[in-house]
């Protein structure tokens, strides 16, 4: 084998004993060795090819992958602009904790700095958003052992690292892969042999084990509130049933895990009625995950009056109040239930204004995207799956929508960006092996269109993936009043008409689309399975003000 075709057959090799199944990748010329490689093994069963046309569609597709998963995936690209258009999905994956491999082919040193074609400085191009980069060594003939040793052991390390195995702490992971030429392999594709082997029975070449991590309890308390925002859902969900078993009410974002039964429905909407809160104010909040979502939630971690402890699932310490009196890992309750009722009145309360939401969105006229958001998550048949875009769709979840601990909910809120979203949906429907469903706007939908292109061959996934139009940025309602000075430019800069058919749009691009205009059609629509498009059409200051009948009934009802 020539030296650039043994490198990409001993990384593929190599990755597959790591358990990775999926790949990712979109063409080009210098990464050329690799993508065969890849190729070769979808042919022999050993993994899941994915390509995509557009390297931040791949990029995101591969993070909806490892995220539905929890394996670590890989995209690859060629040199230059290529690998910077991973650099989104990289920062996401940082701060999500999600095991993505950016593998980012490169020409060799002596072609840097030069103005050869397509040439960038990509060493160190992600910078400290990586658990880990290298860039590896140009490939060269006569050192086959010791090169397959060098390469083995960076692939395992890469992998180790990725999936948090030795720090506890899953993320990003840049390899840098420069080759010369010739690009193209010699000789049929296999399995590495001779001195190329990896190690007897498939096993990886260095395996590794979990860190031990040490788990202080959190001691029982009358007046704790547990909040949790996103996260891993197996922290989220474990923390739902230990709160549950100490009274403890618990305020979950969606994506969090922790959005079971035993979580409040709507609690921003409790800790946003003033005279409740004041009546009920907790004594200790414990913080899990990164809630982002809510206000109220953050305007009580930043109260004086309420002791804030904070449970990291990760090295990296959420505490954007800067408030925690103290900080742990992996804690759960210990000691005896509360038994005071202090949980009982959270879920009292929670009942007595979701009845008075309910009755809200059902008064209004037409399907609204709150209404859209409630009855989407009710719809989903037990096991199924739902992404939510980052912006109004996951936070009328999170204050609307009965929480559902029979459902798979996952969103970008690593960074909270709403690129790539119609990808990461993909990735995830397509390891989820079941129904999903992704619910974003439409300025989400058009930022990530790409990710409803699937080429010839490629594997389609049962997604449906529900727009909310409201022919522009409805979120941006929300920002503080500017006044009428501003009013005269708000639609343009920040309202963003788009004015597009979204049907005809999804169209274009193969997916099956429909408009619906009542609930009826909605819930016919969703029973149709996908891939496929279903467009609602809102419009944004009806939005804003059901947002505000919301809130102010809320308000009402716990007064």
Known sequence: MNPATALARVLVDELARHGVTDAVLAPGSRSAPVALALAAAERAGVLRLHVRTDERTAAFLALGLARASGRPVPVLTTSGTAAAHLHAAVLEADASGVPLLALTADRPPELRATGANQTVEQPGLYGGAVRWAADVGVPEAGREEAQNRYWRSLVSRAVLAATGALSADPGPVHLNLPFREPLLPDGEPGVPTGPWAGRDGGAPWTAGAPAPVASAPVDAGPRTLVVVGDGPDAVGRAWAAGAAGAGWPVVAEPSGGAWTGDAVRGGALLLGAPGWLDAHRPERVVVVGRPTLSRPVSALLADARVRVQTVAVAPRWPDAGRT????????????????????????????????????????????????????????????????????????????????????????????????????????????????????????????????????????????????????????????????????????????????????????????????????????????????????????????????????????????
């Open 324 to 559: 925690s009196a103290a900080v742990g890992r992996d804690a759960l309750p210990a000691g005896a239930p509360a038994g005071n009722g202090w949980a009982g009145a959270w879920r009292d309360a929670a009942g007595r204004v979701g009845t008075a939401v309910d009755a809200l969105l059902d008064a209004a006229p037409g399907l609204t995207a709150a209404r859209l958001a409630r009855d989407v998550v009710a719809a989903l048949p037990a096991g199924g799956l739902l992404v939510l875009g980052s912006s109004t769709p996951v936070r009328d979840v999170d204050r609307l929508a009965v929480p559902r601990g029979d459902l798979t909910v996952l969103a970008n809120r690593g960074v909270a960006g709403i690129d790539g979203t119609v990808s990461t949906a993909v990735g995830a429907a397509l390891v989820h092996g079941g129904p999903a469903v992704a619910l974003m706007g439409d300025l989400t939908f058009l930022h990530d269109l790409q990710g409803l292109l699937t080429g010839e061959g490629e594997p389609r996934p049962d997604l449906t993936v529900v727009v909310p139009d409201n022919d522009g940025g409805g979120i941006f309602a929300q920002l503080e009043p500017g006044g009428p000075a501003h009013a005269r430019d708000y639609r343009r800069v920040f309202g963003t008409p788009h004015g597009r058919d979204l049907v005809a749009v999804a169209e274009a691009l193969g997916w099956a689309a429909t408009a619906v205009t009542t609930a009826q059609e909605l819930t016919a629509a969703l029973a149709l399975g996908g891939p496929r498009v279903v467009v609602v059409r809102t419009d944004q200051r009806a939005e804003a003000d059901l947002a505000v009948a919301v809130r102010d009934a809320a308000v009402r009802t716990l007064a």
